[in-house]
Structure formats: C-alpha cells, structure tokens
C-alpha cells in the first residue's frame, strides 16, 4: 500500500497573496492530479501530470500554477488568492489517468 | 457543458434499505466509469469500476453499465449508516492521454 500526504492541512492567506500546497505520494504512481472541491460539492480538476515531466491543465487552472518537481511530487500555487476560491483542495495520484485514483486527505484554503 | 450527470442530487434511505444512483455521460466516447464515495473529512476513495454492459457486484454494491444509452449505476443493498457519504460517478474515454471527469456527486443519508 501508499500513502498521499498534502502539506499543509490547513492554509490561511490574504487576499492577492501568493501560496503553495505541496503533494507526496509514495505509491510509485506516474499519473499526478490536483482538484478543487467547493463545499460539498463535486471536484473540478486544475492540472494534472501523466509522467514525471509532463502537466496538463484542467477545467480550472486559470489563476493556478503546477509543477511536477519529481515522480513522487506534485505543486500547486495560487498566484493571487481571492475569497472566493476557498475551498478543499485534493491531491490524488495513479498509474494511469484511467485508473483508479489514490487521493490525499486534502488541503482546506482561506483566504482573509 | 458537464460530461457527467448525477441523480438524485441527495438521497435518504433506512438502515437496511436499498440505496440507488444514477450517472449517465453526455459523450458517447466516454464508456469506462467508476465510482468513487467520499466521507465527510476524508478525501474520495474508489469503491468500484465498470468497462463492460451490464453488472458488476462487490459485496453488497452492484454497479450496472448500459453503454448503448450511457447509463451506469450503482445499488447498496442492506445500507448501514457508515454508507453515509458523497458518491461520485466519473467516466473516461480509455485513453492513455485522456482523464476522468467527475459528475457532482449525490449525498447519501442512511437512517438508523
């Protein structure tokens, strides 16, 4: 078995501040996701990475940045944040993007 | 335009009962699903996939595929209240490239 950890747990910034959410993953897994999760509700994919050196933009990567900086870790930054982009953020991970995915316990973003 | 639609949006059953979700895809190229449930707190966990027509069971979950109509389904039977939780459907074109998309989810409440 693997385990998913995304640091940190909880996030607190300003509003137009910069902020980075970081994700390990120790399943050996190729495939990297990051998602937003607006209370209770369905997840909404920012970027994603298929291999080591790729990524992939989602549905709703404007206002985000991502790096893959090695297999096991995957980076996402909000460059300005905005109230109204608090949320839940997941990391998730798998050996191919149609396979199952692994994910963390999230990252819950506020933003004063 | 969202890919994948859920329904109900929540759901009440009593404990013992039978819990019934529905998901259907907008684009025909999309035929592989999955169902994911997520606890409150925790991040989604992958409870079961369907690629082929007709039904899969796992214990006491039963998904059904009808890829002529793009229709898939999942059934607990014998619901207990830690079933309590977000389902989410997500479906996938099978391609190596490609990635899931998540449909919004349906609340799950199981009364004891």
């Known amino acids: 078995g693997g385990i998913i950890t995304q640091t940190p747990k909880f996030l607190i910034g300003q509003e137009g501040q910069k902020l980075t959410l970081k994700c390990q993953q120790n399943f050996n897994h190729d495939t990297m996701y990051w998602y937003r999760q607006d209370s209770g509700k369905g997840l909404r994919l920012i970027y994603y990475?298929?291999?080591?050196?790729?990524?992939q933009k989602g549905d709703l990567s404007e206002g985000y940045d991502a790096s893959r900086e090695k297999k096991s870790s995957f980076s996402l930054t909000v460059t300005s944040a905005q109230k109204n982009e608090m949320a839940v953020f997941l990391c998730?991970?798998?050996?191919?993007?149609?396979?199952?995915?692994?994910f963390g316990p999230g990252t819950r973003l506020t933003v004063l | 335009q969202q890919k994948v639609q859920q329904s109900p949006e929540s759901l009440s059953v009593p404990e013992g009962g039978m819990a019934s979700f529905n998901c259907t895809s907008s684009?025909?190229?999309?035929?592989y699903f999955w169902w994911y449930r997520q606890h409150s707190g925790e991040g989604p966990k992958a409870l079961m996939s369907i690629f082929s027509d007709g039904d899969k069971k796992e214990g006491r979950f039963t998904a059904h595929l009808n890829k002529a109509s793009l229709h898939v389904s999942l059934h607990i039977r014998d619901s207990q209240p830690s079933d309590s939780a977000l389902y989410f459907c997500a479906a996938h074109r099978g391609s190596a490239l490609g990635r899931l998309h998540f449909g919004a989810g349906t609340q799950l409440i199981v009364i004891p």
């Open positions: 998730a991970s798998s050996t191919l993007t149609y396979a199952e995915q692994f």
């Open positions: 684009d025909r190229n999309f035929q």
């Open positions: 990475s298929i291999t080591e050196n790729d990524l």
